[in-house]
């Protein structure tokens, strides 16, 4: 019996998205494969739906676990709170519970400078990424007071270190810090644990932003000190594991960077 064995797990952004040689690039679905290991149901939400149904398909095959996708978008000029609700109702007509919400989807448009940035992309960054986090936060607690649950949200070196050409990522980034902060001290007498992970891997998103934007992946991306970018099952996924875990439940309201293979560092 894994860990969350009859327990269900919430993942935005959590298709299965490929590198240029076939392998997983996608953090999302590296968290899920770390989940789906310890016996965890997972919900699956994400703008492409042919994603997700590929991560269902391998991870019920792989695993023996079960695997709801759901499409969804949080954008602007959209009721996303309705989207968000809707999400949340067929996890609990499906599973009866939710133990954890992992808020990892996010989009940007990344190497464009400030001068240079649009409304449409700068709303791009925080709606689906702050705005979506706050929603499925709001929209989750109940459900996670009921099981002592824990909140995983994914803030970026964007926003801790500047990063050229990252304004709206890294401000909807620095948005979700604050955000989880606030969400550790209210909800820490619930029983609930809310916690940050700034990760970096070598996934597909970060492999396109290199192809279209040389100048800012050269400025901005460093290789880590362990000489290799962190992978996205065994050294983001299962810090994820660890955290929403009983055992770290001291751990509340606290930031971990992870830098390829370093592990927890808070």
Known sequence: MGLFT?????????GRATLSD????????GIATA????????????????????????????YGIEVLPVQAD????????????????????????IDVLINNAQAS?????????????????IYSGLYAAFYYMKACYP???????????????AGLFGNYGQCAYAAAK?????????AANEWGADGINANIICPLAWTAQLEKFKAAYPE?????????????????EKEIGRVCVQIASPDFKYMNGETITLEGGMGLRP
Do not use: W
């Open 6 to 14: 009859g327990k269900t797990v919430i993942i935005t952004g959590g």
């Open 22 to 29: 076939g392998s997983c690039g996608s953090i999302g679905y």
């Open 35 to 62: 989940f789906a290991k310890e016996g965890a149901n997972l919900v699956l939400t994400g703008r492409n739906k042919q994603k997700l149904e590929d991560a269902k398909e391998e991870l019920e095959h792989l």
């Open 74 to 97: 949080v954008c602007a000029g959209s009721d996303n709170e309705a989207t968000v609700n809707h999400v949340i109702k067929e996890a609990i007509d499906k599973f009866g519970r």
């Open 109 to 125: 448009a990344s190497g464009v400078t400030i001068a240079d940035h649009t409304t449409e992309q700068f709303d791009l960054a």
């Open 143 to 157: 459900y996670l007071k009921e099981t002592k649950g824990s909140v995983i949200n994914f803030a970026s070196g």
């Open 174 to 182: 620095e948005g979700i810090r604050g955000l989880t902060r606030v």
């Open 216 to 232: 800012a992946y050269e400025t901005n991306v460093k290789m880590p000190p362990a000489g290799h970018y962190g992978d996205v």
